[in-house]
């Protein structure tokens, strides 16, 4: 993972305004229909996630799943106790059901993941 840091009150100390990391190095296992989606994820240090960039997949369906910018533009702002449901609070797909399941999977599971090692407990 990454640390992401922003201007803080002093300049000369920027303070730490998230994460971001490849869903592939924390979930590797986690294949589409034709292998790996590999995403970067970027999440605050509230648990929210602030973007999702689909980087390389070789989905035959990825034209209309995947690849288009309202895939992942739909995780901006979901918080990573949210469901993540295929159908529900994630838009589905007709034909691409197991590349969307699998990317949406991925973005959760990396993201519990590394909120469990990274994040304080809610209060």
């Known amino acids: 993972h990454f640390k992401a840091f922003k ?3 002093n300049p000369a100390s920027p303070e730490l305004a998230g994460f971001v990391f490849w869903t592939t190095e924390l979930e ?4 589409g229909y034709d292998g790996p989606i590999k995403m970067l994820v ?3 240090t509230s648990g929210v996630l602030t973007g999702v960039l689909v980087t390389q997949h070789h989905e035959p369906y990825g034209d209309f799943s995947v690849d288009p910018p309202r895939f992942a533009a739909q995780f901006k702002g979901k918080n990573i ?3 993540f449901k295929v159908g529900a609070d994630v838009d589905a797909v007709s034909r691409a059901t197991i590349s969307i399941t699998s990317a949406t ?3 959760r599971n990396s993201a519990r993941r590394m909120a469990t090692r990274l994040l304080a407990p809610p209060k």
């Open 7 to 9: 201007a803080g009150a």
């Open 28 to 31: 590797p296992l986690e294949r």
């Open 42 to 44: 970027g999440m605050d």
């Open 81 to 83: 106790r949210d469901p």
């Open 105 to 107: 999977r991925a973005i």
